[in-house]
């Protein structure tokens, strides 16, 4: 058997990788330091984008947060281009000097929400922990 796993151990026989899990991504705002890799952002307005999948499901949400996920506000999504397709997003946002984390969550057809932190498993399968990006407003 070669599939694919959750699993707890390496004796667990596990559950099978069947489905793509629902995801976010972020393309990360500003300039990346060089040797640092913070992200760096001249204050003021922002779009902040990305794009978001869910396999079979369709992507039903996409939220944002500016505040490493205390709150939470709905991106704006494209239309979907085709089963099983990328969805961008987008949100504006007004960046203040500071240090933010910002945050990226999606929710699919079925109202499975990424998760916060990744459920451990064995081989790591299956990460679609919600994508957080360090970033400096200046």
Known sequence: ???????QDAQDPGEPVDLIRVRALMIPPGIPD???RTRLLDAGPATLEG????????????????NNGESWEDAS????????????????W??????????????????NIQPTDQPWNY????????????????
């Open 1 to 7: 058997d070669q599939t694919y796993r959750y699993k």
């Open 34 to 36: 060089f040797l640092t």
């Open 51 to 66: 794009r978001a999948w869910a396999g079979r499901l369709d992507v039903d949400r996409v939220e944002v947060s500016v």
């Open 77 to 92: 999504l494209e239309e979907p281009v085709g089963k099983y397709a990328w969805r961008a997003w987008s949100r504006d």
């Open 94 to 111: 007004d960046a203040t000097p500071g240090n933010h984390i910002l945050s990226v969550r999606a929710t699919d057809s079925e109202g």
């Open 123 to 138: 081989q790591g399968m299956g990460n679609n922990m919600v994508h957080r990006v360090n970033i400096v407003v200046r």
